[in-house]
């Protein structure tokens, strides 16, 4: 069974960065599609953008040009770049394989507010 830990989270004004990061246990990590999902209070968690195994994304449209997804498989980690972060992107955001597969981590808050 595959945990999950996203530390990397915070405050920012908008249009300020953040990186996050997601750590996987487990042997299996390197051969699964990976996402960012974030849920905002009283919303769903969507898909924010996800990373194959072999290192080719896809984002949500309102994060293309903003956000970059990466991997590093032999640190069994998956970064995500947030730049130019908006008040409506203030969610929690979590890491899981694409589709959802395994159990979910803590997730990440993030907070983007004057």
């Known amino acids: 069974q595959v945990q999950l830990v996203e530390p990397g989270g915070g405050w920012v004004q908008p249009g300020g960065s953040l990186r996050l990061s997601c750590k996987a246990s487990?042997?299996?990590?390197?051969?699964?599609?990976v996402g960012w999902y974030r849920q905002a209070p009283g919303k769903q968690r969507d898909l924010v953008a996800s990373?194959?195994?072999?290192?080719?994304?896809n984002y949500a449209d309102s994060v293309k040009g903003r956000f970059t997804i990466s991997r590093d498989n032999a640190k069994k980690t998956v970064y995500l770049q947030m730049n130019s972060l908006k008040p409506e992107e203030t969610a929690v955001y979590f890491c899981?394989?694409?589709?959802?597969?395994?159990?979910w981590g803590q997730g990440t808050q993030v907070t983007v507010s004057s």
């Open positions: 899981n394989r694409d589709p959802p597969a395994w159990s």
């Open positions: 487990g042997s299996i990590f390197s051969i699964y599609a």
């Open positions: 990373i194959t195994r072999d290192g080719s994304t």
